[in-house]
């Protein structure tokens, strides 16, 4: 097990391109869209905890602690590089009701408190310690915005009280979380605060986990939250998607805090499992609504994809904790897939709506198949939303967004790892770096390092990626070309040869048998039958054709237009007919990004196509 | 409107072949199975209506009626050409029992006489008229069988009490039967007795459906049982599909009695709007399970096919029917579609289980994909069973296949119309027809006529074959070859060529969309993982290939096994590669006759495959 630490996004500054706008309509759209709508449905107003039955305000759900957190996490990113008064003060606020309704042991939940008091601690489906898990990420996030640790402090006796009753008296009606969260949280405070009793307390619910059966074991044999198993015998990610990639995050972080090689293998395995078998093209994990599950190998039907952004974002969580421990370009090839797909997807082109599930394939026509609407099959939704009644991917999405920076680089010793491509300017660790690129429109990047003579730099070649040039000499390990820093100034040119690729899934994946998907750089591309009329299956994409390319500065890539044909309907008089000769006539094939689809209104949209 | 007379089953000898033997083992086993698991579920035992409430004996369920009618009609049929004591006594006994419990004022019923009284012709969805309806059908079969009236009788009381209730009273609880199907019988019957009430209660139900709000109304608009238009308005297929084709099936039949040319009209539209947008290439109809209906034009999945036994029955009937007032050639081939397809994939070829389902796609990982059970999707079951809770299919294909000869001939002035083809010997009116041939496992037949001299021969050509010679002259009308009979001994060599075909559906069918299916005549193929190894989906069937071609007792045809490719496994060392250039393995595809499919165990299968 290897031992890298990462570059905080706060020393990176994205500067421009792609990515800076994205976060430009993060901090100005996204993050007081997401607010507005939690004030309209009574999130911020409950943590007055003043809720009673029979009242007019809506009553609190058990997990809206939680929502609210990761807007506060996702302000608190905003702020470190972007001060913003009102922002820090809707902080405040929620912070002064925290601490003016923490109950006298620390105890506090906006639900248990005002709701269902006799259930504290008692239910294992009930999200106390994922609640707590995000305050104290908020919380961390907090600090390290504006160096105030009054937050820190509230959650530091209600951690006390979880040590108490958890560890020590055994008193609560289960042993570790049923939705896991907390241990990664504990473990950023520890490195935070290098106070051992948080990492205890995270080593505690790992090594609980699975050992002994618990509340709620019956649902999937303990496999929903990842319960059937002790940890570091846990080889294949089972469950609900969100839950297990928070848990082998976590697993990862105590891995690397502990040096406990059971658990890196563990998560090794787990990785392998996922990104192998379970995985979309997008980067979408949990492909069934039922359970929002991880379900077979090679199990990934496109139209009913449940695909949720935040497992997404859990996975890329998890792969970047991955790249510190077990440096392969692998994971960080990953991160990057969610970054511009599985993720992105998540949001609207205007920074104001949400998918929670990301299909990879719409057909309109199933939504309508049969005359009784109580009829139709459980089907995604097609367009974006702005809140959701659990609505916990709105605040995941600008949170990850308002970090990003901090997935770039890595150090350990004299390398310098790049693990990702935007224009920015980054302090690493005294170095100076600057990159200069148009990524992901093309793969040409200038990066300039000042004040790293004698070291290394260990930049990802991504996986997509089949030519590359590099102005230096370089050799390559596990997917990171190695190039030593010869000069205090020092320029490296890169070249990233981008052009449109074709990809076929294992011939396991029956969804996708026969089909190709679309990838320009990292980015996954999609037809939509806004721009190609319906009936997206019957177009063959031309894939050796040239293709119409144009700047969308809506999307802010390229599309791609590729000749295509269509089968010939005037052969088709009758419903059968022979299959040969076959009849088809030209037609066109307009792909644009995955992440855009669903902005024009509802259509008909596919990933995966027919190609010749 | 034309007006052709079917030749009787009665007058047709099925003398050897394919059909002889499924005969054979529909008398000689699967009349007796039906029978046995219809006694071992107490269903015989309900005609005494003596069960209680708290009883031992099962409750009767208000369609047993007529499940047990249609096994009688099924065991006529059979008796009237093989005699068999002792299907004739249990059919003696039934009516006994009829006989015995009928109220007096005609109403028989053995659900609404013993559970729920007070219910009687009360609620749409209870059966009663479609239950009346299958007695009828028993009624008159048992008539043409032994000459004995005393069953007709008693039900000539009962359709009084309906002529009063209904036209006159007009005191029952809804206006038309909930489930269709007496109509057809009514006028079955007026064809028999000749009696104008029969026909004019037939056309009453006809012309009451749709036209005012009754009952049920709600389930979808009305269309689930066909009552949202007047029928003479009704032009696309909706709804339960069995209800529906019995409906059409009855409209048919009115439209020839009484020349009404509206009616008419409506039906060809309604078959039009079946066989062209609506149905399986097995000739499978009702896609979905969700009210066993009818969905949207060309949805049709494979997987999830709902396509029940009944419902192809029942589209064979109004095929039937529709040839003899509209003597076009499509009509045959649809119900040629059903006997070897559609309706034969019912039964098992030991005689003894039946599908009620008959999906065309079987991926058995998709019935392991969840941990939780309760989490699965619902899917067509993969193996047939004996007996069902709703066991309508059985005795349908008990009946269907007693009484196939019906279909072959019919007669118009001097036209001898020969719709179908089997080994035979028949007597049509005064004519003597025998038929020699191998067929469906070779298009030679040796047709030998004697007695029709200044007759027309009108032979269908069928749909699938594209190659075809008479060793007469002939003339083509509407798919039929006319031929002239100038002798007195004639004979007619015919030869419909037959290789194995690959057909594509329409491109609006996005489940079929790239692939093709395989047809030997009008036998439909499929492709078994028993026979193929997994991953069905990833074969590419080599359809220029040179098929090894064995018969297979088992089956009664030919087996074929095409060169094909795989995916090269090898070649994919991650989840998602280059799609190009193909790396292909060889392999074999072994195509069985679908109506076999799994009888070799549970195995994956699938009518439709990627092809080159």
């Known amino acids: 097990m290897d031992h890298f630490e ?10 421009g391109g792609f990515w800076a ?9 996204t993050i007081y869209a997401v607010r507005d709508r939690f004030a309209d449905t009574g999130r911020f107003q409950a943590f007055e905890c003043n809720w009673k039955e029979g009242s007019d305000e809506p009553k609190p759900h058990f ?65 106390e310690l994922y609640c707590l898990g995000h305050l104290i990420e908020a919380a961390v996030a907090y600090y390290n915005a504006t160096g105030r640790d009054r937050f820190l402090n509230i959650l530091d006796k209600y951690i006390d009280l979880v040590i108490l009753v958890f560890t020590v008296e055994k008193s609560a009606g289960f042993a570790t979380p ?8 504990l473990i950023k405070l520890y490195r935070l605060k290098k106070d051992r009793k948080y990492l205890d307390l995270a080593m505690f619910f790992l090594n609980e986990r699975g050992v002994n059966p618990e509340m709620n074991m019956e649902w999937c044999k303990g496999m929903y939250h990842q319960s059937h198993l002790p940890v570091r015998e846990q080889r294949t990610a089972e469950g609900h998607s969100v839950r297990a ?9 105590a891995a690397k805090e502990t040096g406990d090689e059971a658990l890196f293998a563990a998560c090794r ?5 996922i990104t192998e078998r379970k995985m979309y093209i997008s980067g979408g994990v949990g492909s069934s609504n039922k359970g929002e599950a991880f379900t077979v190998p090679y199990d990934l039907p496109n139209d009913t994809a449940y695909a949720e952004t935040c497992a997404a974002i859990a996975l890329s969580f998890f792969a970047d904790r991955m790249k510190e421990i077990d440096p392969d370009a692998k994971y960080a090839d990953v991160v990057e897939r969610e970054m511009y797909n599985g993720v992105l997807s998540g ?42 009644g659990c609505s916990c991917c709105p605040p995941n999405v600008t949170r990850y967004i308002a970090s990003l920076g901090g997935s770039v680089f890595s150090l350990k010793d004299e390398r310098i790892c790049v693990h990702q491509f935007m224009e920015l300017n980054a302090s690493v660790n005294g170095a100076e770096i600057s990159m200069e690129t148009n990524y992901p429109n093309d793969g040409n990047i200038r990066l300039t390092v000042a004040g790293a003579k004698g070291k290394k730099l260990c930049v990802r070649v991504p996986g997509w990626c089949t030519e590359f040039t ?29 052009k449109p690729q074709f990809f076929a899934a294992s011939p396991a994946v029956r969804a996708d048998a026969g089909k190709a998907a679309m990838q320009y750089g990292p980015v996954v591309y999609c037809l939509e039958s806004v721009d190609n009329g319906g009936e997206l299956f019957d177009l063959t994409v031309d894939t050796a054709g040239a293709p119409e390319i144009v700047y969308d500065p809506d999307f802010g890539v390229k599309t791609f237009t590729f000749p295509a044909t269509r089968t010939d309907k005037e052969r088709f008089s009758s419903l059968y007919q022979l299959a040969k000769p076959v009849a088809a006539v030209p037609a066109m094939a307009k792909f644009i990004p995955y992440f855009a689809f669903a902005n024009r209104g509802e259509a008909d949209m596919t990933v995966w196509f027919r190609y010749r």
Chains 1, 2 share one sequence.
């Open 6 to 15: 990462p570059v905080g996004f706060q020393n990176v500054d994205i500067t």
């Open 178 to 185: 049923g939705h896991e969260e907390i241990e990664l949280a």
């Open 245 to 253: 990639c928070y848990l082998y995050s976590g697993m990862a972080d």
């Open 347 to 388: 949001l609207s082109l205007d920074g104001r709506s949400f998918f929670y599930e990301n299909p990879l394939e719409i057909n309109l026509s199933d939504h309508t198949r049969h005359v009784s609407v109580n009829d139709h099959d459980r089907l995604p939704i097609t367009q974006r939303l702005e809140v959701f």
């Open 21 to 29: 706008a994205k976060q430009k309509l993060n901090r100005d759209v």
């Open 63 to 127: 997990f809206w602690d939680s929502d609210i957190a990761k807007w506060i996490e996702s302000a608190s990113y905003i702020i470190a590089q972007h001060p913003d008064p009102e922002l820090e003060k809707n902080i405040e606020d929620v912070i002064d009701c925290i601490e003016k309704n923490q109950c006298a042991d620390g105890y506090f939940n906006i639900y248990h408190q005002v709701v269902e008091p006799e259930l504290r601690f008692r239910d294992r489906d009930h999200h």
């Open 269 to 273: 395995d787990l990785f392998r499992d």
């Open 470 to 498: 590099f102005s230096r000499p370089y050799t390559m390990d596990r997917g990171y070309a190695v190039i030593d820093v010869t000069e205090d100034a020092f320029t490296l040119k890169i070249e990233f040869v981008m």
